[in-house]
């Protein structure tokens, strides 16, 4: 079983920047994508940004040019840096990672992670 473990929110003020980390635990998991999905207030959980393995990264319009997601391919860890944040990007960030498995396939989500903006 997959544990995907968030670290890095808080609370910033506009203008501000943060880092957002997700690690994997276990051993021998093949993701075939990895990323960061955030549920803010009033909405629902909506994509950030994602990486497919061997492709680049995809963004929500919301958010490009502000945050920038990596992959650690060999330790199964995905982080998204955050810079010029707003208050609309307060809410609960979810690490997510999707893989095949020989039932078919599977995805694993964080616990959820806040992260607030404010004055």
């Known amino acids: 079983q997959v544990h995907l473990v968030e670290s890095g929110g808080g609370e910033v003020q506009p203008g501000g920047s943060l880092r957002l980390s997700c690690v994997a635990s276990?051993?021998?998991?093949?993701?075939?994508?990895m990323g960061w999905y955030r549920q803010t207030p009033g909405r629902q959980r909506e994509l950030v940004a994602i990486?497919?393995?061997?492709?680049?990264?995809n963004y929500a319009n919301e958010i490009k040019g502000r945050f920038t997601i990596s992959r650690d391919y060999t330790k199964n860890s995905v982080d998204l840096q955050m810079n010029a944040l707003k208050p609309e990007d307060t809410g609960v960030y979810y690490c997510?990672?999707?893989?095949?498995?020989?039932?078919?396939?599977?995805?694993?989500w964080g616990q959820g992670i806040q992260v607030t903006v404010s004055s």
């Open positions: 276990g051993r021998g998991f093949d993701f075939v994508v």
């Open positions: 990486v497919h393995s061997g492709l680049n990264p």
């Open positions: 997510n990672a999707g893989r095949h498995t020989t039932t078919g396939w599977t995805e694993d």
